[in-house]
């Protein structure tokens, strides 16, 4: 897999600008993610973490997502930035997307104002959305990043990228 910098146009960024370890930043930018045909989340108030060669992954707001479309999963997981993550299953109607979002109830410290906040996998949902621009998944559905035509990479994910 070709690891060379794609070079950003006007208005893109590059995920090789990146940071390592990874950078939490407010987002104003309009968030939605559609479930089973419905509305589950809808903020302008997110926060995205940027790492190198990752695009962005987008955290929500609790407030801003329909609690009856999160089911508390026992799935966990460990990241070495942000801590230990716990999973929801996203139910609407008769639809379920198993351990699809994850959040973080006790971050590190560099990462406290995401605590609670929520992640979705955009492969596991209807569509998610920035500024009405449909998201495409990172490659390889093990990462949760959102593509959008203002991120350039190439991403890791995809096969042949797991040392990068």
């Not at 997502?65 to 999973?87: F, H, M, T, V």
């Not at 998201?135 to 990068?164: E, L, M, R």
């Amino acid at each position: 897999m070709n690891r060379e910098r794609t070079i950003p146009g006007p208005g893109q960024e590059s995920v090789w600008d990146y940071p390592r370890p990874p950078r939490l930043e407010d987002s104003p930018k309009h968030i939605q993610i559609v479930f089973n045909g419905v509305v589950i989340a809808d903020t302008h108030q997110a926060k995205r973490v940027l790492e190198t060669s990752h695009p962005p992954v987008y955290y929500l707001p609790p407030a801003d997502i329909n609690p009856d479309s999160l089911i508390a999963s026992a799935q966990a997981s460990w990241c070495e930035w942000k801590g230990r993550a716990g999973y929801y299953t996203v139910a609407v109607g008769d639809r379920q997307a198993p351990n699809a979002a994850w959040f973080y109830p006790e971050p590190t410290p560099a990462f406290e104002p995401i605590k609670d906040y929520v992640a979705f996998y955009p492969h596991l949902m209807e569509a998610c959305y920035v500024d009405g621009e449909q998201v495409q998944p990172q490659p390889g559905n093990f990462y949760g990043g959102w593509i959008t035509s203002d991120i350039v990479g190439p991403f890791k994910g995809a096969s042949g990228t797991w040392g990068w």
